[in-house]
């Protein structure tokens, strides 16, 4: 997926790791390595976004920066993450709206921040379908 010059090779993943499930499939199951965390921190401006979605804290994220692999589950977390935020730049055209919608309480999420939703696969998953929603027109 390509976003306002954002690339999955800019991360260091298989370039269509956003869009082919097969590749994003093994791409998990091989793991991430770690310094893809810092990368999504960066990315996303928010550390602890980052720390709830691996189940830490923000002071102990360092310890994942500089894993040579990440588990299975938190290799998938962090990927769906950055999925989700692809995705979500995409809906609303800007980094900003994107960052803005994210952190803002959305009825359609029973109330909830999209971002409060993404330490589980289900919560990101209900983010996603609201998403779409979105891009049908189906609501704002």
């Known amino acids: 997926m390509t976003t306002g010059g954002l690339r999955a090779d800019h991360f260091e993943l298989p370039p269509n790791v956003f869009e082919n499930t097969a590749t994003f499939i093994e791409t998990v199951r091989q793991g991430i390595p770690g ?15 980052l720390a709830r979605v691996l189940g830490t804290t923000a002071r102990n994220l360092g310890r994942f ?10 290799s998938e977390a962090v990927l ?12 609303w055209d800007s980094a900003e709206a994107a960052r803005g919608w994210l952190n803002s309480r959305v009825p359609a999420l029973n109330g909830e921040e999209p971002t409060n939703l993404f330490d589980t696969s289900e919560g990101r998953r209900w ?7 979105i891009e049908s027109g189906e609501f704002s």
């Open 35 to 49: 310094k893809i965390v810092r990368h999504a921190v960066e990315l996303l401006g928010d550390r602890d976004l």
């Open 65 to 74: 920066y500089r894993k040579e692999s990440l588990s299975r589950k938190h």
């Open 127 to 133: 983010v996603r379908q609201v998403l779409q929603a």
């Open 80 to 91: 769906e993450t950055l999925r989700l935020y692809l995705e979500t730049l995409r809906v």
